[in-house]
């Protein structure tokens, strides 16, 4: 009998031991592209490693770590083809191990590609209803930026007190994937299409008209973190170490 319990000890260790190794791989997989030296890595993991006293963060091993066990998708500096990606890749993958958990996006940017990221707000949108979707800006969510900020569940939209917010009408020379294809579709119509569709992201997020949010965006109007909360583009205003309180180390 005695036999039997040690040997039943040694198999429930074998298989937690197992457990353990997939998990780590899995972890492993799903940063190997995040773990490209791309500019935006290595300003968010300076970010997280400096800013959360509480949490040792000395080594990108432990920033990945970090990253996966608080579901956090860092958005930081120009949002290109590649960088927009990543964090389409980072949202589909929490997503897929826990449906039901939530997804902390972390915001620091000036923007960038426009299409790319009306394919990660489609993919936010999508999943929104099942995962939870909280959006942090930290310093500045400009351009591309906002429209992810706003793509957050209902008072999950949050904002340091310090944070800046642009909104503005799309412009040609942003459009890389529109030019290449100049010659086979119309510029202008396609142009237009795409300003249609960020104010209409924007109105329905805020409770504005189309007509309120194409006049701010035509203006390119920046917003101080009350403004965004009184125009309706954030729920919430609170510091980074508030927000950060119940992340684990």
């Given at each position: 009998m005695?036999?039997?319990?040690?040997?039943?000890?040694?198999?429930?260790?074998?298989?937690?031991?197992?457990?353990?190794?997939?998990?780590?791989?899995?972890?492993?997989?799903?940063?190997?592209?995040y773990k490209v030296e791309l500019p935006?890595?290595?300003?968010?993991?300076?970010?997280?490693?400096?800013?959360?006293?509480?949490?040792?963060?000395?080594?990108?091993e432990k920033f990945y770590s970090f990253l996966w066990k608080n579901r956090i998708v860092p958005i930081f500096g120009i949002m290109d083809d590649y960088s927009c990606k990543i964090i389409g890749d980072l949202i589909l993958l929490?997503?897929?191990?826990?449906?039901?958990?939530?997804?902390?996006?972390?915001?620091?940017?000036?923007?960038?590609?426009?299409?790319?990221?009306?394919?990660?707000?489609?993919?936010?949108?999508m999943i929104g209803d099942d995962c939870e979707i909280s959006t942090y800006a930290y310093g500045v969510a400009a351009s591309a930026a906002a429209i992810l900020l706003v793509a957050g569940n209902k008072d999950k939209r949050i904002a340091d007190p310090c944070a800046r917010i642009l909104i503005h009408s799309p412009r040609l020379g942003e459009h890389k994937e529109i030019k290449?294809?100049?010659?086979?579709?119309?510029?202008?119509k396609d142009l237009t299409s795409f300003k249609k569709e960020v104010y209409q992201i924007i109105g329905?997020?805020?409770?504005?008209?189309?007509?309120?949010?194409?006049?701010?965006?035509?203006?390119?109007?920046?917003?101080?973190?009350?403004?965004?909360?009184?125009?309706?583009?954030?729920?919430?205003?609170?510091?980074?170490?508030e927000y950060s309180k119940s992340f684990v180390p």
């Open positions: 005695r036999r039997k319990y040690i040997i039943l000890l040694v198999l429930c260790f074998f298989v937690c031991t197992i457990k353990g190794q997939i998990k780590k791989s899995k972890v492993d997989s799903i940063f190997n592209q935006q890595t290595s300003t968010a993991y300076k970010f997280f490693k400096d800013s959360l006293s509480n949490i040792n963060i000395d080594s990108k929490y997503y897929k191990e826990n449906q039901q958990k939530g997804i902390s996006i972390i915001i620091n940017s000036i923007g960038g590609s426009l299409v790319s990221t009306l394919g990660i707000y489609d993919l936010i949108y290449e294809c100049e010659d086979t579709i119309d510029i202008n329905e997020r805020t409770g504005h008209t189309i007509g309120e949010i194409q006049n701010y965006c035509e203006k390119e109007t920046w917003f101080a973190a009350q403004e965004a909360l009184d125009f309706g583009i954030i729920n919430k205003t609170c510091t980074w170490a």
